[in-house]
C-alpha cells in the first residue's frame, strides 16, 4: 500500500500539515534554490489524501499530536521563485492557525483594484471549454444580463486596522517559523534561519516573541545563547504554553525547554541527533523522538529525561496508543528491521521496551514500510506469490485479510480515511495506471464494495501519489471526486459516502450577471481538488467545519478539468449551487466561523489590499491592511474560535527584513450577533433533505448583518428520517444492476458466508445490501434490508489446506516451522483435528480455534515430509497433504500436460518454470495414487493410464534452498470431442488474465450452455485458454453414471456436438459479465494439438498461466485429431 501524506482533498487542506503545532513556515524568495527550504515531517503530521510509495500508510487518527510544523517530505511552504511571492490559504478547524499559498511563477496578472475584469479588458468575455455566452456565440436562446446574479465589487477604498513590525537585522535570513498559540493567548513566536544551501545547513537563527499579538516582537537571542544557532521549533499540541526549540545538531544537539510561552528556557544535552517527534495526543509531558540512526526514544519528562526503545526503527513507522482501542496509554506501536533485513510489527511499552516484554500482534514478517496504526485499526501488508496482501486489525482484534472483490487485484492501496468506524481506501487495479478506485469498507475494515471508479491521480515532486477526493468539512458523508472519463477529467459530488454521485450544476450567470449556457451532463463545473504538486501553488479548495455550507475552491466551467481559464467559485448551499466570484486565483481565508471570507489575489506583484465579503461572497468590498504594497510571504490566521486577528509576513522588497502586519478585523464588526441576526437553512441535495439519514437545520447570519458571530453552535436541529432504499448500498459481492436491485457478482457465492459458524450457532445472511455506515436512517425499510441472523447449517469439512505461515514449502533444519490449518467450510467446533509431521510425531486438537495462531513444529533431519490433516465432524471428513522439504526453499513451477487423454496412451508431464535458467534442479513427482514420489533430474517424464477417470499429477522442483509446487489433473476417456469457442471482443476488456479469473468464466460458460442446449452438464467441460484475445475449449464429454451403465455411445457425442454447434450457431450461447455487459459466445476456428506453444517465441504470460484454468477442481489439456469438420475425437 502506500503512503497517505500531503496532498489535496481533507477539509483541513494544507493546514493539516501543521495540525496541533501552531506553526507557520515561510522561505523567502530563492531560499530554496530547485529544491526545498524545509526539512520533512514527523509521522502522524501530514494531512490525508496524498501517497507516497514503498509500503502501506495512512493519515494517522484526526487530532493526533503533529511534533513539527515543517511541510511533508520537505518540500517548502513558501519556497517560492524569484520575482514570486506567497499568499493565503485557510487553516483547518480545530488548528493552530491559517496558512498562505505560493502562486505559480506563470501567474497571470490583473489589476488589483479590478478582480472582475479580464486582461483584455472590462467588456471581454471569456468561454472557457464547453461553456458558451452571449456576446456573439451561438446558444440555444437568448438570455438577458441578470443584474441581481452578478457578483458585486465595492471599488471605494476602506482601510483595516493595522500595525507593521521589521524583524531588525534579519534581512538575510531566507526561512522562518511562526507559532501563535491563540485561544485567547497573545503570544507570537517567531524563529528566522539562513540556510546556506552550498553548505547545506542553517549559519544564523533569531527567535522572536511578542506578547500583544504581534504589534511589537521582542528579540530573545540573549535568552537562549547568542553563539545558539536554533534548527526547529516545536510545540505542545495539548499545552500551547510549552515550547521547545532544538539546536543545529552540527554544532551541537540540545533541546531548550519552556514552560511559560517561550519567555524563559532550560537547556538540555542530547546523546543523539533528533530526526522528528511524536508527542501524546492526551499526554503532554510525554513525546517519542526518531533519531537519524533508527532509533526510537522515549521521554515522560518533555525531552528532560529520554531512554532507549528500540533501535532499527522503520521511519515514520512508530505511533502512540489510540485512546479506547488500547488500555495502556504508554502503548507504543512500531515497524522495526530484524538483523536479516525484515520487518515486523512490535507493540511494548514506553518505559519498558525489553525483548520479554515485547509483543507481535502480526505473526510472522510484514513488507517493509508497511504498518499504519490509525483510529480504531492497524494496517499491514504482506506480499506472497507476487501479489499484495492487505491485513487489518479492528480495536485490536486478530487481524483479517482485507476483502476487495475478488478481480480487483490491486496493484497499490491508500488508506485514505477511518473515520466514523469505516475504512475508505483508494485502490489501483490491475488495469488501471493513472486512476484509482475508491472503495468503502464495513465497520470491521474487511468487506469492501466499490464508491467510484477511476479518481484521478497526480504524482507529487516528491513521488507522492496525489489522488483527487476532497471530503467537505462540516457534512458527513460528503466528498467531491475528479473522475476520469474517457480521458476527460470531471468533478462529482456524493452525499452519502460514494452511494451516489453527480455532476457539479454550473452558475446560471458569470461574474457580471452574463448568462452561461452549460447543459448537463455535456458541460458542468470542475473544480481543482488538490493542493497541487506543490502544496502552496494553485488548486486550492476549502470548507470548514464551523461554516458548513460554504465551500470556496478553484476550477473552471466547460467539459472537463482544465487548468486553463481558472476561476474562483463559491457554495452557499454546501454544493448544490455555485457562483463564480473572481477570474483569477485567489487564497480565501475564513474570518469569524465563515461569516466574513477574505480574499487575496495571487500575484507576483506587491500587494496593500485584500478583498472581504459579508454576505458568502455575493459582494466584495476593498480594504487596504497596509500603506506601502508588500511583496506577500505568507499570511497566519489568529487561532481560535473567531479567528478575528491575521498577520501577513512579506518583504517591501527582494533584500529588506522581514514585515509583520498586524491586522484587526474587529473594527470593521458593528456588534455581537443577536438571535434575530440569524436565520435558519436547511441542508440538502437538489431538494432532497433527507441527507446520511437525518434533515440537519443550520443557523445561519443574516447576509445584510455585519454583526460578530463568536462562537459555533452547530446545528439547530436534526430529525431522523424513515429509511429508504437509498440509504442502502450494495453488500460486499454484490452489484447495483440498472434496475437499482443489488445482485450477486458472477464470482461471488452468497452461501460462503457461512462457511466460519459451527452447528448451533448463528450468522448474519445478507439481503444484499448493507446500511451506509454513519447513516441515522430508523424504521421503513430497515427491517427488509438488514441482514438478518440465521442458524449455521451443519455442514461436513470440505476444502482443508495445510500450509506454512509464510507460504513457503521449505523449513530449516533445528527451528520452528509453523503450519496453518485452514478449512474452507465446515462445524468447526465439534471437530477432530489430527495432524503428522511426517517424522513419527503426530498431534491432535479438538477444534480449529485453538489451532488459530498456528502449530509450531522442529524438524531434526534434512528431508521431504509428507505432512498430513484429517479432519472429522462427525457430518463427514477431509484430508489434505503439504509436502515439506526440510532446508530446501523453492520459487515458483507450472505443470504443463494435458486436459484430456485416452486410455492406455503415452501423457508427456513438463515443468515450465519461470525464470528457465536457475541452476541444478531436482524435480520430484506424485501421480496417480502412488505414494512414494519419482525423482528425476529432468524436468519432463512419462506415463500411460489404463483406466478411465481423474488423476492428480504434482510436481515439486527443486534449486537449492528453493522449491516450486504446482497441482494439476488429467482426465482419462476411450472417446471425446472438442470444439474452440471465441467470444464477443468486450470480453477481453475484462480479462486479467489470471488462472482465478479463467474458472470462474469457465464456469459461466458452461452454465450458459446447459441452458441454452439442455444437455447435462456432465457432459461438458469448458476450459479457457491463457492470453489475450479470449478464447475457450469445450469438451463433450462420455459421461457414465455412478452405476457403469448409461455410458453415451460415440452416436450420443456426436448428437450432442451438433446440438451445441446449432445453438452457438445461432447466437444462443451468451452471458452478463455484470450489468449491462452481454458476452456472446461463439464457435471459433479448428485448432490442432498442442494447443499450448512452448516454443521460446510464446509470451512469458502464457507459459507462467499454462493449465491454470480448472473446472470443479480439473483442470486439464486435450490432445486430439480431426474427426469431424467442427467436432473431433481421439
Known amino acids: 500500500m502506500g503512503k497517505v501524506g500531503a496532498g489535496g482533498g481533507s477539509p483541513a487542506g494544507l493546514s493539516a500539515l501543521l495540525a496541533g503545532a501552531g506553526l507557520l513556515v515561510l522561505c523567502v524568495p530563492g531560499a530554496c534554490g530547485g529544491g526545498s527550504c524545509c526539512p520533512q515531517l514527523p509521522p502522524g503530521s501530514a494531512p490525508r489524501w496524498a501517497a507516497t510509495p514503498g509500503g502501506f500508510v495512512g493519515r494517522g487518527p484526526r487530532g493526533r499530536a503533529a511534533a513539527t510544523p515543517l511541510p511533508l517530505l520537505g518540500r517548502p511552504l513558501f519556497a517560492v521563485a524569484p520575482g514570486d511571492r506567497a499568499l493565503s490559504l485557510e487553516r483547518a478547524p480545530g488548528t493552530a492557525a491559517s496558512v498562505a499559498m505560493a502562486p505559480r511563477a506563470a501567474r497571470r496578472r490583473r489589476s488589483e483594484a479590478e478582480p472582475g475584469k479580464a486582461d483584455r479588458g472590462e467588456g471581454a468575455s471569456r468561454s472557457p471549454r464547453g461553456m458558451l455566452r452571449d456576446g456573439g456565440q451561438p446558444g440555444p436562446e437568448t438570455l438577458e444580463r441578470d443584474p441581481d446574479k452578478a457578483t458585486r465589487f465595492r471599488m471605494e477604498e476602506l482601510r483595516l486596522t493595522s500595525t507593521t513590525f521589521a524583524l531588525t537585522g534579519d534581512s538575510a535570513h531566507n526561512q522562518a517559523m511562526v507559532h501563535w498559540s491563540g485561544h485567547n493567548s497573545s503570544v507570537i513566536l517567531i524563529l528566522t534561519k539562513l540556510y546556506d544551501y552550498n553548505l547545506g545547513s542553517i549559519t544564523e537563527s533569531s527567535l522572536w516573541r511578542s506578547t500583544d499579538y504581534g504589534t511589537t516582537y521582542e528579540k530573545l537571542n540573549d535568552k537562549v545563547g547568542l553563539k545558539t544557532i536554533l534548527s526547529y521549533l516545536y510545540v505542545c499540541p495539548t499545552n500551547k504554553r510549552k515550547i521547545m526549540l532544538l539546536t543545529d545538531p552540527e554544532i551541537e544537539s540540545s533541546l531548550l525547554i519552556s514552560s511559560d510561552e517561550g519567555a524563559t528556557y532550560q537547556k538540555y544535552r542530547l546523546n543523539f541527533y533528533i530526526q522528528s517527534l511524536l508527542f501524546h495526543p492526551k499526554q503532554e509531558d510525554w513525546i517519542l523522538a526518531y533519531s537519524q540512526d533508527q532509533k526510537l526514544y522515549s521521554s515522560a519528562e518533555f525531552g528532560r529525561r529520554w531512554q532507549l526503545i528500540q533501535e532499527g526503527v522503520v521511519p515514520n513507522r512508530f505511533y502512540w496508543s489510540v485512546m479506547g482501542s488500547n488500555k495502556e496509554p504508554d502503548l507504543v506501536h512500531l515497524e522495526a528491521r530484524t538483523i536479516d533485513g525484515h520487518s515486523q510489527y512490535l507493540t511494548c511499552r514506553m518505559q519498558n521496551c525489553t525483548?520479554?516484554?515485547?509483543?507481535?500482534?502480526?505473526?510472522?514478517?510484514?513488507?517493509?514500510?508497511?504498518?499504519?496504526?490509525?483510529?480504531?485499526?492497524?494496517?499491514?501488508?504482506?506480499?506472497?506469490?507476487g501479489r499484495p496482501h492487505y491485513y487489518v486489525s479492528y480495536r485490536r482484534n486478530a487481524f483479517a485479510q482485507m476483502k476487495l472483490p475478488k478481480y480487483a487485484l490491486p496493484k497499490d492501496m491508500h488508506v485514505i480515511s477511518t473515520d466514523e468506524n469505516q475504512v475508505f481506501a483508494a485502490v489501483q487495479e490491475w488495469n488501471q495506471n493513472d486512476t484509482y478506485n475508491l472503495y468503502i469498507s464495513d465497520t470491521r475494515g474487511v468487506y469492501f464494495t466499490l464508491a467510484l471508479e477511476n479518481v484521478q491521480s497526480s504524482r507529487g515532486p516528491e513521488g507522492n501519489i496525489m489522488i483527487d477526493l476532497y471530503e467537505v468539512a462540516g457534512i458527513k458523508g460528503m466528498f467531491l471526486a475528479n473522475k476520469k472519463i474517457d480521458n476527460q477529467v470531471k468533478t462529482f459530488i456524493t452525499y452519502n459516502k460514494g452511494r451516489d454521485w453527480r455532476l457539479l450544476q454550473a452558475p446560471d450567470t458569470d461574474l457580471r450577471g452574463d448568462p452561461v449556457h452549460c447543459l448537463l451532463p455535456y458541460c458542468s463545473l470542475h473544480l481543482h481538488l488538490k493542493v497541487s504538486e506543490n502544496p502552496y501553488t494553485s488548486g486550492i479548495i476549502a470548507s470548514r467545519d464551523t461554516a458548513p455550507s460554504i465551500i470556496v475552491a478553484s476550477g473552471n466551467i466547460g467539459s472537463e478539468l482544465s487548468d486553463s481559464d481558472i476561476s474562483m467559485f463559491v457554495s452557499s448551499d454546501a454544493g448544490n449551487t455555485w457562483r463564480q466570484i473572481f477570474e483569477e486565483e485567489h487564497s480565501v481565508l475564513y474570518l469569524d466561523q465563515g461569516g466574513v471570507l477574505v480574499a487575496m489575489k495571487h500575484t507576483s506583484l506587491p500587494i496593500r489590499h485584500l478583498w472581504l465579503s459579508f454576505d458568502e461572497g455575493r459582494s466584495w468590498s476593498k480594504y487596504s491592511f497596509t500603506s506601502i504594497p508588500l511583496f506577500v510571504d505568507g499570511v497566519l490566521g489568529e487561532p481560535g474560535e473567531e479567528t478575528l486577528i491575521m498577520t501577513v509576513f512579506g518583504h517591501f522588497s527582494h533584500r529588506s527584513e522581514w514585515q509583520l502586519v498586524k491586522v484587526d478585523y474587529k473594527s470593521i464588526f458593528d456588534r455581537r450577533c443577536a438571535e434575530e441576526d440569524y436565520r435558519p437553512w436547511q441542508l440538502h441535495s437538489q431538494g432532497e433533505a433527507c441527507i446520511m439519514g437525518a434533515k440537519r437545520v443550520y443557523k445561519k447570519r443574516k447576509s445584510e448583518r455585519k454583526c460578530m458571530q463568536g462562537k459555533y453552535a452547530g446545528a439547530m436541529e436534526s430529525e431522523p428520517c424513515v429509511c429508504t432504499e437509498a440509504d442502502f448500498d450494495c453488500d460486499y459481492g454484490y452489484e447495483r444492476h440498472s434496475n437499482g436491485q443489488c445482485l450477486p457478482a458472477f464470482w461471488f457465492n452468497p452461501s460462503s458466508l457461512s462457511k466460519d459458524c459451527s452447528l448451533g450457532q448463528s450468522y448474519l445472511n445478507s439481503t444484499g445490501y448493507r446500511k451506509v455506515v454513519s447513516n441515522n436512517c430508523t424504521d421503513g425499510v430497515r427491517e427488509q434490508y438488514t441482514a438478518k441472523p440465521q442458524k449455521c447449517p451443519g455442514k461436513a469439512p470440505r476444502g482443508l489446506r495445510i500450509v506454512t505461515a509464510d507460504g513457503k514449502l521449505t523449513a530449516e533444519q533445528g527451528h520452528n516451522v509453523t503450519l496453518m490449518v485452514q478449512l474452507e467450510e465446515g462445524d468447526v467446533q465439534r471437530t477432530l483435528i489430527q495432524v503428522d509431521f511426517g517424522d513419527g510425531v503426530a498431534v491432535s486438537y479438538v477444534n480449529l480455534s485453538s489451532m488459530e495462531d498456528g502449530i509450531k513444529h522442529v524438524y531434526h533431519n534434512v528431508g521431504i515430509f509428507r505432512v498430513t490433516v484429517q479432519v472429522d465432524n462427525g457430518l463427514g471428513s477431509d484430508s489434505a497433504v503439504l509436502y515439506l522439504h526440510v532446508t530446501c526453499p523453492?520459487?515458483?513451477?507450472?505443470?504443463?500436460?494435458?486436459?484430456?487423454?485416452?486410455?492406455?496412451?503415452?501423457?508427456?508431464?513438463?515443468?515450465?518454470?519461470?525464470?528457465?535458467?536457475?541452476?541444478?534442479?531436482?524435480?520430484v513427482w506424485w501421480y496417480g495414487n502412488n505414494t512414494e514420489p519419482l525423482i528425476t533430474l529432468e524436468g519432463s517424464i512419462s506415463f500411460k493410464f489404463t483406466s478411465e477417470g481423474m488423476n492428480t499429477i504434482t510436481v515439486q522442483v527443486s534449486a537449492g534452498n528453493a522449491i516450486l509446487q504446482d497441482t494439476k489433473s488429467i482426465a482419462v476417456y476411450e472417446e471425446f470431442r472438442s470444439l474452440r469457442l471465441s467470444f464477443s471482443p468486450n470480453l477481453d476488456d475484462y480479462n486479467p488474465d489470471i488462472p482465478e479469473w479463467r474458472r470462474d468464466i469457465s464456469r459461466v460458460i458452461k452454465k450458459s450452455l446447459v441452458e441454452a442446449t439442455g444437455v447435462p452438464g456432465e457432459h461438458i467441460l469448458v476450459a479457457v485458454l491463457p492470453g489475450l484475445p479470449t478464447a475457450a475449449e469445450l469438451f463433450v464429454l462420455p459421461y457414465q453414471d455412478p452405476t457403469g451403465e448409461s455410458k453415451r455411445s460415440a452416436e450420443d457425442l456426436e448428437q450432442i456436438s451438433e446440438l451445441l454447434i446449432h445453438k452457438l450457431n445461432q447466437n444462443s450461447v451468451h452471458f452478463e459479465l455484470k450489468p449491462g455487459v452481454q458476452i456472446l459466445v461463439h464457435a471459433a476456428h479448428l485448432t490442432a494439438a498442442p494447443l499450448v506453444d512452448l516454443t521460446p517465441t510464446h509470451s512469458g504470460s502464457a507459459m507462467l498461466m499454462l493449465l491454470s484454468v480448472v473446472f470443479v477442481g480439473l483442470a486439464v489439456f486435450v490432445i486430439y485429431k480431426f474427426k469431424r469438420k467442427y467436432f473431433h475425437s481421439c
Open 890 to 923: 523453492l520459487e515458483h513451477v507450472h505443470l504443463s500436460l494435458p486436459f484430456v487423454t485416452t486410455k492406455n496412451k503415452e501423457v508427456n508431464a513438463t515443468a515450465v518454470l519461470w525464470p528457465s535458467q536457475v541452476g541444478t534442479l531436482t524435480y
Open 355 to 385: 525483548e520479554a516484554n515485547r509483543n507481535k500482534p502480526f505473526p510472522g514478517y510484514i513488507d517493509p514500510d508497511s504498518l499504519i496504526v490509525q483510529d480504531d485499526y492497524v494496517f499491514v501488508q504482506l506480499t506472497s506469490g
